[in-house]
């Protein structure tokens, strides 16, 4: 009887660590930076962990093109593809504390 109290205790010291550890993760998701580009280069996008768009670079001979729709679509993908970056490391990071395990309330934490 005495050993499943150790086991709850012992699973619970457990939780309260990944805790304190996923509030170590979740400041640094959220201040990293994800780099994506479009068209070959025409048009980067960088977002951070939280997903917000930090910055867009349209390169010169992309505006001088004067295809206006062409830059819409290149700067959508470039934001979509930077996001994906950002989503993808920051699931990675959640799985190191989790050891791959999909625990319930971790999207949460990834903005989601």
Do not use: W
Not at 37 to 52: C, I, Q
Not at 59 to 75: K, Y
């Amino acid at each position: 009887m005495f050993g499943k109290l150790g086991d709850i205790a012992g699973m619970m010291k457990q939780a309260r660590e990944m805790q304190s550890r996923m509030k170590e993760v979740h400041e640094q998701i959220a201040s990293a930076r994800y780099d994506a580009d479009s068209g070959a280069g025409a048009v980067n996008a960088t977002v951070n962990g939280k997903m917000e768009l930090v910055n867009i670079r349209i390169s010169a001979e992309t505006v001088a093109g004067g295809d206006v729709e062409m830059l819409e679509d290149l700067v959508k993908s470039a934001v979509c593809a930077a996001q994906q970056k950002a989503s993808e490391g920051a699931k990675a990071e959640v799985q190191k504390i989790t050891g791959g395990m999909n625990l319930p309330g971790m999207e949460s934490l990834l903005g989601g």
